[in-house]
Structure formats: structure tokens, C-alpha cells
């Protein structure tokens, strides 16, 4: 138990609290029996409006949350991380792991009439995930030759094993755009950019832009009987207590990623017409940590990095900055990824004295008047919560005498700091694992893209010979159990030499109207659709 | 043909002012770190070079920088505003789908607040150091010092939550599917928290504005005079007062009207009002300098407009200014 | 949000008389004995004393809480008058509300009168520089101060201070920028007014310098609003910069009133408290500015010294 909650018997309470509340969370699922209900107009939020309306071109949340209503996914997964048959009703990679072949549904049209064929797939992958797509172009740079020997099976053929490539297969990963409308055409300034046809469970209707965009059912869709939803309305509200409001008083039913303020989040689920939903967002394995930039002076001895490490109450900074919600981070592997997580790496408890010890034998003693030396703190300007991080993080370090100014400024000024002009000492950050820790965590440690200004790659300049070869190694194996002992000694690796420090496994939350049903089809349904939501009454919507 | 001379160089200062503010403008924007690229970049959680520079490409934003100002100033020649990649739409476009919001919000703020302003500051005049100016001008004076979100979100809070009286946010119910008549009392109902937010603002200046002048005029000498001669109040009001009373006002109004763009920021995101405030408050976060630049040149346009008929309207009111 | 309410006329200080200046520049048929005019009137007293507490509250502001304000000192939401040691109560990092408080009004009053020196130094000169010698002087400066005019006031802020990121340097800067122009536009009506009255006449036809004569004749005679417009500027300054800080541009090193409203938003149903005693404060200090405005205007007001 932390020195903090011993200090702080109110910290007891609390957590008890807040495990209390969130396991009726998961008791709260309605466990319905009974026969999905047809009908209904179903208002979401869209905070922030999506700049682009398919995610084939964009990873934004904004723009998957809102495209996999439109756009299917090859596969699907259920709550366990299993696939499930998508537009693709058989998969297979083969035992070297360089072949992919994919039997497509029959049967499937696009939204204007057009039927859904390989051709698309073929297409897509060639000219879209491999040219413009930010998280696909490295997943399928391998990818050299796409067969499709007829018009529902594609094969794809890989130079070099891609085991990674069938965890982002989703709608959200692997989005298959109409080749009949974007072949030979401008791809990025196409105007089905913002007009999307899909094949999904529900059509695009209009984009009132600032204002809302609307989708409406489609009656072709091939999973008969879904969607059970009419309608569905984005709607745009900037301000945080306007969407509490109407959330409040069932203006809007399904909010995801965190909408609210923690603290108005937990009011909230003390209200009968409202359930708040953790579960969904497994599939993102997110986690937030320190970006140490290890070029500084004083930051670049590993030393400090420890002595900053062992200086912050990840405990407490998880209550009180976030409310309760998540989990204390030992490695950028979350441990919701059991395949890959390693539990054993190098551990770093809350230990000021151990801290200050590092801090002395690395040479940074206490001046006269306290002070060790300075940094800045900036944060992703993302919300609240993390401008509260970095005042957090400043009271931590300033009892070890490291004094730290907190810098504040907008988007492109942050990711222009940090990746392109890398002036900085500590940054604030989350980013997405995802499935496979190719995709997302080895981006925070591999040495190729620092200082290109290429946003969420390496903070920290962190260049490693041996880091990077184990990741090279993990890419280009076709056995996983030898790619999850790779990444497992990736995380001692780097759990070591910690340009990083990951701090906390977030946990987002979703606000739901409780009378909506089937909320949560697998665990990616934070990108997933609403083709299985329907309402107990869908009369009074 | 002499007296189009004045209209003419009117005009070309018109051009002048534009151009001058647009190459500014233009220029000191640039002086923001990271662009539009950077930002969607950003946006996406996660982006490789090649997908920048394809975006780069596509927005223009790969050529030097003399090369984008020229062709901006062609365009701008061509009365074409340019064209927004993030929005995918032109500019001109999004400002005349914003305006009417924006138009309505204002308009209907500085109506009310002018108006409600003007009665209030008055009744304090003729009541002045007694019990109502005391009552009015405390109201005037709390209603100016309170921060405009502060109030706003107490309205929603009361307002919305609590009493249910009316909507959260938003121009309109979208999911109601409403037109015409039943439309206009839709959208109204939506109009009237964001209005009194801003109105309550903005009545406090008029108040305090119409109060300070008429306690000043009543003070001349030539109101003395009149009252001497026997000048009955309401014609006193009516002919001597009102008139001089009348040109602060409609100094104040301009103002206020030419900060009708991008006035009312703060409200608008409180409200959720689709408005111009806003729209250019996020192009500043975005680097969409296109349809910043936009926002700033219709303002600057509409100010100069707006000095343009105020003067006009000093001569009109004041015959001692037509002579200068 | 900007609209600055200006004193009205100019007729404020058009009873000149060519006579010896009081103190502060000022005529001295003006100063002699303003502050006994200026607390007979109930809202200069009130304001004088208010502003009074303000600054002392903000000079006295280390002596009172020693620690740093933004130090976590007890568990967060602690309801005002829960806990003796915190009699306002925390905030939702563990804060104490009151230190904030009361650190805050440095902060807010450092930026506000920055921000104003900025705009007085820049408007008064300007102003004077352009009504005194016209010509293109005078062209010039105005075609800056249009330039200013046609950017909304706010949003100018805004892009300033989201370019060069936020601190209390620039947002001071960014807030005194967008403020100079109306008192520009003030100070140079009336030296341009006064350029052509007969006290600068008789002056330079005594030979006097162009320094001399804006040092001695005009600008004593324009201080006047300048004076009155000073606490609205402060208070204005305040007001912006608490918008600034509920948008997320406000500097996050230091404990200021709209830091504090800023960061209270975010739970003002749960517990209102956090946004909305820092928003008291606002409210009373521009009160407070405000009145001491008014009774500056009444009390330095020729009328009202006969």
C-alpha cells in the first residue's frame, strides 16, 4: 500500500468505492433475452467532428468511430479477441505466414446497388492501405503481389512473414473502399470522402457540418435483420458540460471515448436512465507514459530516468488524476494483451528516498536553494486530464527537487515540438497498442522515424541497435511463439533503459442510455458498428 | 460626376484595406508553429512521411511561400476565398453557412441588449442617485463584471437540466426532422439562452453608455437654457437630448456590429452554436489559415462598412460635423 | 467581448484653463482634492477600498500562505468549511482553493496591469504622436489602429497567444495589443482637439519645443480618461484573460483566477465550488475596478471641482 493511502485512509474508501462501482459496471450489462426490437433513432456524439468520413485515408477516432457504421470490416471480433466471419467468411494464413487468402461473402452490394467483389479488396490494398494509410503502410509494406482468382477470393502474397497483419482486419484496420468510385480518380480530394458508400449496416445520409451528420438504415444489408436502429445522428457539441447535459437529460444515448469529465461520468451512472460501459476498447491495448527526450543534458543518464520513475506515485496519480479509472503500467505492453505482456520486467515502486539516492550518483545534487535542476513538462493537448498529469508530475518531481515549468500550447505546435524540432525534456502522452505490439508500441522505440516530424513515433531519440533488431526479428518471423519471446525481451529492454515510462493503462468509458441493448458486440467496438443496438422501446425513440 | 468621386475613393480604400489586411494577415499567421498537415497528422494518432507529403501536396502547402501568397491574392482578385482541404469544401461556402447563425445570435443580442440597454440606462438618467439608478446600475455593473462562460453554463445548468424549460445545445433539433413554421420556433428555442448570455453582456455597456451620456447632456448649458424657457420634458427629451444622446450609442453599436464575426467565441462553444466565432477559433487550432484568413478579411470588410455608415450617420445626426 | 466602454466625450476635460499643473500632470484645479471627491462618492469609496483590499491581498500574498499554491496538499474535493486548515476547500488535484485565491490575485492583477501598461504606453503615445503632429504620422498610426479595429479584439488574443504559446508574458502582450487601439483613438481626439487650442497656441508662440509643449499642455489635459479608461482596462484584462484560460490557453505554472475557473468547468455539477469562488473573485475585483473607475471619473471631472 502506498505511503500516500496510508497517509490518506479517504484514498481507502475510495478505491473500495470505485472497485465497488466498477464491477456493477459489468453486472450492469442487461442480460436480454429477449428478441431484438426494430425501430428507433439512435443520437451519438461526435466529439471532435471527424475532418474525413472513412478511415481508410484517416486513423482519427473521430473518423472510425463514425465509419464503421458505413464501411464493414474483412473480419470481426467478438469479447475474447477470437475473429469472427466479416465480409470475409473464411480466412487463412498460411504456416509460413507469407500468403493470406480470404474467401469473401457473396451476395454483398455497396450502398449504390454495386456489387461488393475482390476486385475492391485487390484494389484498395494496392492503391489506398499501401499508399496513403498511415498505420497499413508499414503492415502491408510487404505485401508485393494480390491475386483474385475469382470474384470472392483474394490472396495476398507477402515477401516476408506478416503475422501482424490479421490483427488490424477489422473495419477499423483494414477499411475496403469502392473501386468504382475511386479508380483513376484523385483518391485524397474524391468527394465519397465525405460522402461515404459503403457496405455497411447503415447508409450516409447528410453532414451538416459543425453541426451533425446523419446515417440511415440500410434495408440491404447482408446480415438479415440489422441493423435494428432507424437512424443514427452524430451530433457536434465542443463543451464537455453541454454533452454532460445531454446526456443527462437523454438528448444524446451512446457517448464513447470518454466524452465526459470523469467525475460528471460517475454522477451520471447514479441516474436509473444511464449505464456507463468500460468494456469495448480492449482491442486499442492504450496505455499513457513519459516521453523523455534522452538528448538533454541531465535526462540523458538512466539514472535520472529511474530516479523520475521511482519519484511518481503511479497509484495515486491514477486516483486522482483519472479518477480510478485504469490500471498502473509496468511496461508499454498492456496487460489486458496477455499473449505478449510480460509481468516480469524491471519494477519501479514509488521510493523518494531511492530516487533522490539516483539522483545524487548521477551527479544532479541540490543547489542552494533546493533545486537539482529544471525542466519543462508539456502535455497532449488532448483534455484536462492531461494538463492535470503534468501538474501532477510537477508537484512529484519538485519533492525531488526537480523543479518543472508546464508548458501549454495547441496541436500542431505539440507535434511539431516534439517530433520535428524535438525541443523538449518530458512529455505527457497515450498512444494505441492495438493487437499486436508491431503495430502500435514499437513506434515509441524504434530509431528510424526520430526527428522527422512524423507525429506519435519516437519521443525520446531513443536509438538501440539491439531494440531495434529485436523488432525487425518479431516483423519478419513467421512462428509466434518466437515473436512473443522477441517482445518479451523487447519490454526487458527497454523497461530498462526506460526512454519511456508508461504510467498508467487507460481505460475508457462509454455513456450509454440503459435502455439501449447489445452495446457491446467485441472488443474493438469502440471502432466497431451499431448493427447490433436496439432499444427496449424503440417507440419513445 | 463629382459626387462619385467621394464614393469612388471609398471604394479603392475599401480594396486597400482589404488587400493591406490580407497581406498581413497572410504573413503573420505563417508565424504559428506546425501547419494544417501537421494538425490532421496529429489528429489521426499516427502517420508515416510518405502520407504527409501526399497531404502536403494536396493542400499546397509544399510550395514556397511567395508562390502560396501570389496565388492567394489571385484568387482573391477573382473574389474567390480559396478552399479549405480540411473541410473539403470552399470557404466562401462555410462562412455563408455559418453567417446566418452567427447574424441570427448577434443580431439578436445587440437587438435586445440596445434596446433593454437604452430603457434601463435612461430610467437610471432621470432617476440618478436614487434607489432605481442604484438597482440598475449595480445590475449593469454585476452583469459586466461576470465571466460571459461562467453564466452561460450556469444558464444550461438551470435552465436546461434542472427546469427542462429548454434545449442544451445546437441550432436545432436534428433528429426532429422539423420545417417551416414549426422550424423557426425550433431554432428560436434554441436561440434564447445563447442570446441572453451574450445580451446580458452587452446591455450592461449600453446601460452604463446611455447613463453616462444623458447624465452629461442633461448637464449642458443648453439644456438649462431650454429648461429655462420653459421647454415642456417631453419635447426636451424628444428634440434636445435623445438626438445627442444618439451619437455615442450608434459609435457603440458600430463597434458592436463589427465585432459581429468572431465575437462571440466563447458563447458559441458553450452553446454549441454553429457559428463564425467559432469556426474561426478552430481554423486557428486547425492551421486552416484559408478560412481564417477568410473569417478576418469578411470582419475587416464589415468593420470598415460599419465605420462607413456611422460616419455617414454622425453627419446626418450632428449638422456641426458636415462642415468638417 | 472586447468592447470597451469609452468615457464619452471629451468634454471631460474641456474646461482647460491655462494655469499650473497639480500633480500627476494634472491641472491643478483637477487634482486639488480629488481624493476627498473621490471617496464621498459611495461607488469611488466602495471601489477604492475594494481595490485596496485586492492589492494588498496580492502584495501580501507570500506572507499569508508561504507554500507554493499549487502544492497537493490534502485529498481533492474537500468541501469549503470541512476542514480548518482549508477553509475554502480543494480542488480536484488537491489544491487549496483560498492559497489559489489569494496567489491569484497577483497573477491576474500582474497580467491585467501588464497588459495595460502595454496598452496605455502604446495607445497614449500613439494617440498623442498622431493627433499632435498629424500628417503622415497620423495617417500612419491610424492606418495601424484600423488594422487593429478590423481583427476581432478576442480572437486576436486568441491567435496570439495559441502562436507563441501561452505564459503570463504573452498573454500580457496578447491583451494589451488588442486593448491600445480605442485609447488611441481617444488620446488622439483629444490632442488633436487640444492641438488647436489657444493655451498651444500661446505656447508656440512663445517659442516653445514640440516635447515641451506635448509634455506641459496636451498631455495633462489628456490624461483625464486615459485615467478613467485605466481600471476598465484593468478590469478588462482580467475578464480576458479568465475567456483565454476557459479555452485552455491560460499559463499553467502559475495559480490564476482563470486557471482556476478554467479548471473547474470541467466539474461545475458535481462541485461547483472549484470554478465558482475563483469566478467571485473575478466578479469583485472588476466590480471593484469598475467603480473605482466611475468615482475616478466623477472626482476628476472639472464640473464637479467648482
Known amino acids: 500500500m502506498s505511503a500516500f493511502a496510508s497517509r490518506h485512509p479517504f484514498w481507502l474508501a475510495r478505491s473500495a468505492f470505485a472497485a465497488l462501482f466498477a464491477a456493477s459496471l459489468s453486472a450492469a450489462l442487461p442480460v436480454n433475452a429477449a428478441t431484438p426490437k426494430p425501430g428507433g433513432t439512435l443520437t451519438v456524439i461526435a466529439q471532435p467532428e471527424p475532418v474525413i468520413l472513412t478511415a481508410a485515408l484517416s486513423t482519427s477516432s473521430p473518423t472510425g468511430t463514425f465509419s464503421t457504421n458505413v464501411f464493414d470490416g474483412l473480419i470481426e471480433y467478438d469479447k475474447d479477441f477470437n475473429l469472427k466471419p466479416g465480409l470475409a467468411e473464411k480466412w487463412n494464413l498460411s504456416a509460413d505466414g507469407k500468403t493470406l487468402t480470404l474467401n469473401l461473402r457473396q451476395g454483398v452490394k455497396w450502398h449504390d446497388g454495386k456489387p461488393f467483389t475482390a476486385g475492391d479488396v485487390k484494389w484498395t490494398l494496392e492503391n489506398v492501405w499501401k499508399k496513403y494509410h498511415p498505420r497499413n503502410q508499414a503492415l502491408f509494406a510487404n505485401a508485393d503481389k494480390v491475386d483474385t482468382p475469382d470474384d470472392h477470393t483474394v490472396i495476398i502474397h507477402f515477401t516476408k512473414p506478416s503475422l501482424a497483419v490479421l490483427s488490424s482486419l477489422n473495419s477499423n484496420g483494414a477499411q475496403v473502399l469502392p473501386r468504382h468510385l475511386y479508380e483513376g480518380t484523385d483518391i485524397l480530394n474524391n468527394p465519397y470522402n465525405n460522402k461515404p458508400i459503403g457496405t455497411g449496416p447503415f447508409k450516409f445520409k447528410e453532414w451538416n457540418r459543425g453541426s451533425h451528420l446523419v446515417l440511415e438504415r440500410n434495408p440491404d444489408y447482408w446480415d438479415k435483420g440489422k441493423p435494428y436502429l432507424d437512424r443514427v445522428v452524430y451530433r457536434v457539441i465542443p463543451d464537455g458540460g453541454a454533452r454532460t447535459a445531454a446526456l443527462e437529460k437523454g438528448e444524446v444515448q451512446y457517448a464513447s471515448l470518454s466524452p465526459l469529465p470523469a467525475r460528471d461520468a460517475q454522477r451520471l451512472s447514479q441516474l436509473p436512465n444511464i449505464r456507463l460501459q468500460t468494456k469495448g476498447y480492449e482491442w486499442l491495448s492504450p496505455w499513457l507514459f513519459l516521453s523523455v527526450n534522452v538528448e538533454r543534458p541531465y535526462l540523458k543518464d538512466a539514472r535520472v530516468r529511474q530516479a523520475l520513475y521511482h519519484a511518481i506515485d503511479r497509484e495515486a496519480y491514477r486516483k486522482v488524476v483519472w479518477f480510478g479509472y485504469g490500471k498502473s503500467a509496468i511496461s508499454p505492453v498492456v496487460s489486458t494483451l496477455k499473449q505478449f505482456h510480460d509481468a516480469t520486467v524491471p519494477q519501479y515502486a514509488f521510493d523518494v528516498k531511492k530516487a533522490e539516492a539516483l539522483l545524487d550518483e548521477a551527479g544532479a545534487k541540490r543547489g542552494a536553494n533546493g533545486e537539482r535542476f529544471r525542466i519543462t513538462i508539456d502535455y497532449l493537448p488532448y483534455g484536462d486530464e492531461f494538463r492535470r498529469s503534468a501538474e501532477f508530475l510537477k508537484q512529484a518531481f519538485k519533492r525531488v527537487g526537480i523543479e518543472a515549468d508546464v508548458r501549454n500550447q495547441d496541436t500542431p505546435s505539440y507535434t511539431r515540438r516534439i517530433y520535428g524540432d524535438r525541443d523538449y525534456d518530458i512529455t505527457v502522452q497515450w498512444y494505441a497498442g492495438f493487437a499486436d505490439p508491431q503495430v502500435g508500441v514499437t513506434r515509441e522505440y524504434q530509431s528510424d522515424s526520430i526527428g522527422k516530424n512524423i507525429p506519435f513515433s519516437n519521443g525520446p531519440g531513443y536509438r538501440n541497435a539491439e531494440v531495434d533488431k529485436l523488432v525487425a526479428q518479431a516483423q519478419g518471423s513467421g512462428d509466434q511463439a518466437e515473436r512473443v519471446k522477441l517482445f518479451k525481451a523487447f519490454q526487458q529492454k527497454v523497461q530498462t533503459d526506460l526512454p519511456s515510462l508508461p504510467l498508467l493503462e487507460l481505460q475508457f468509458f462509454t455513456v450509454e442510455a440503459s435502455d439501449l441493448n447489445d452495446t457491446v458486440s467485441g472488443v474493438d467496438q469502440v471502432y466497431g458498428s451499431f448493427k447490433n443496438f436496439w432499444y427496449t422501446d424503440p417507440s419513445k425513440h | ?324 | ?306
Open chain 2, 1 to 324: 460626376m463629382k459626387r462619385f468621386v467621394p464614393a469612388l475613393r471609398g471604394a479603392l480604400q475599401l480594396v486597400g484595406v482589404a488587400l493591406g489586411i490580407a497581406t498581413v494577415n497572410f504573413f503573420l499567421l505563417r508565424l504559428a508553429p506546425g501547419d494544417a498537415v501537421q494538425v490532421i497528422a496529429g489528429e489521426s494518432g499516427s502517420a508515416s512521411p510518405e502520407y504527409i507529403a501526399a497531404l502536403r501536396a494536396q493542400f499546397g502547402l509544399d510550395q514556397p511561400l511567395w508562390v502560396q501568397f501570389y496565388k492567394y491574392i489571385l484568387k482573391l482578385a477573382q473574389f474567390d476565398l480559396g478552399y479549405s482541404f480540411r473541410q473539403g469544401t470552399s470557404v466562401a461556402n462555410l462562412i455563408l453557412a455559418r453567417l446566418p447563425a452567427t447574424l441570427l445570435l448577434m443580431g439578436t443580442a445587440v437587438a435586445l441588449a440596445a434596446l433593454l440597454g437604452g430603457l434601463l440606462g435612461t430610467l437610471a438618467a432621470y432617476r440618478a442617485g436614487r434607489w432605481p439608478d442604484l438597482l440598475i446600475s449595480c445590475l449593469a455593473l454585476f452583469c459586466f463584471a461576470i465571466p460571459v462562460f461562467w453564466i452561460g453554463l450556469v444558464f444550461v445548468v438551470i435552465f436546461s437540466v434542472w427546469l427542462d424549460w429548454l434545449p442544451v445545445g445546437g441550432m436545432y433539433s436534428v433528429s426532429a426532422g422539423l420545417s417551416g413554421w414549426a422550424l423557426a420556433i425550433d431554432i428560436g428555442r434554441h436561440l434564447i439562452l445563447p442570446a441572453a448570455t451574450l445580451a446580458l453582456f452587452y446591455m450592461a455597456i449600453y446601460t452604463r453608455l446611455m447613463r453616462a451620456t444623458l447624465i452629461e447632456i442633461r448637464r449642458k448649458d443648453f439644456v438649462r437654457t431650454a429648461v429655462s424657457r420653459g421647454v415642456r420634458p417631453g419635447r426636451l427629451f424628444r428634440v434636445h437630448i435623445l438626438r445627442n444622446a444618439t451619437l455615442p450609442f450608434v459609435t457603440m453599436l458600430g463597434v458592436q456590429i463589427g465585432s459581429l464575426i468572431g465575437g462571440a467565441v466563447v458563447v458559441e462553444t458553450v452553446f454549441s452554436w454553429p457559428g463564425l466565432g467559432r469556426l474561426a477559433f478552430d481554423a486557428l487550432i486547425q492551421r486552416d489559415f484559408n478560412v481564417l484568413l477568410g473569417i478576418l478579411l469578411c470582419s475587416s470588410v464589415l468593420v470598415v462598412l460599419v465605420n462607413w455608415i456611422v460616419d455617414a450617420l454622425y453627419r446626418l445626426l450632428d449638422p456641426r460635423m458636415r462642415t468638417a
Open chain 3, 1 to 306: 467581448m472586447n468592447a470597451l466602454p469609452t468615457p464619452v466625450s471629451s468634454d471631460v476635460a474641456a474646461a482647460v484653463s491655462a494655469s499650473a499643473t497639480g500633480y500627476a500632470g494634472l491641472p491643478a484645479h483637477v487634482t486639488r482634492g480629488w481624493l476627498a471627491r473621490l471617496v464621498r462618492t459611495p461607488s469611488g469609496l466602495i471601489g477604492s477600498v475594494l481595490t485596496l483590499a485586492i492589492l494588498l491581498m496580492a502584495v501580501g500574498a507570500r506572507w499569508v500562505f508561504p507554500e507554493d499554491p499549487l502544492a497537493m496538499v490534502a485529498e481533492p474535493f474537500l468541501r469549503p468549511f470541512a476542514d480548518a486548515a482549508l477553509p475554502l476547500g480543494s480542488d480536484m488535484l488537491g489544491r487549496d482553493i483560498l492559497a489559489g485565491i489569494v496567489h491569484g490575485a497577483r497573477a491576474s492583477l500582474a497580467i491585467a496591469a501588464s497588459a495595460t501598461l502595454i496598452a496605455v504606453v502604446l495607445g497614449v503615445g500613439g494617440g498623442l504622436l498622431g493627433g499632435y503632429f498629424g500628417g503622415w504620422l497620423d495617417r500612419a498610426i491610424t492606418r495601424v489602429t484600423v488594422f487593429f479595429q478590423t481583427v476581432p479584439p478576442f480572437l486576436f488574443a486568441l491567435a496570439i497567444v495559441a502562436i507563441v504559446q501561452p505564459s503570463v508574458a504573452t498573454i500580457s502582450l496578447a491583451i494589451g495589443l488588442t486593448s491600445w487601439p480605442s485609447l488611441a483613438r481617444l488620446v488622439r481626439a483629444e490632442s488633436l482637439r487640444l492641438r488647436h487650442s489657444e493655451m498651444v497656441h500661446a505656447s508656440v508662440a512663445l517659442g516653445a519645443s514640440d516635447l515641451r509643449i506635448i509634455w506641459r499642455d496636451v498631455l495633462p489635459n489628456a490624461m483625464t480618461p486615459v485615467l478613467v479608461s485605466t481600471s476598465l482596462l484593468v478590469a478588462n484584462a482580467i475578464l480576458t484573460e479568465s475567456a483565454l484560460a476557459f479555452l485552455g490557453l491560460g499559463d499553467a505554472n502559475v495559480a490564476s483566477w482563470g486557471n482556476m475557473v478554467g479548471a473547474g468547468r470541467e466539474v461545475l455539477r458535481t462541485d461547483w465550488y472549484i470554478a465558482t469562488l475563483p469566478g467571485i473573485a473575478i466578479l469583485i475585483a472588476v466590480l471593484a475596478l469598475n467603480l473605482l473607475g466611475d468615482g475616478l471619473a466623477a472626482a476628476l471631472d472639472p464640473h464637479s471641482a467648482h
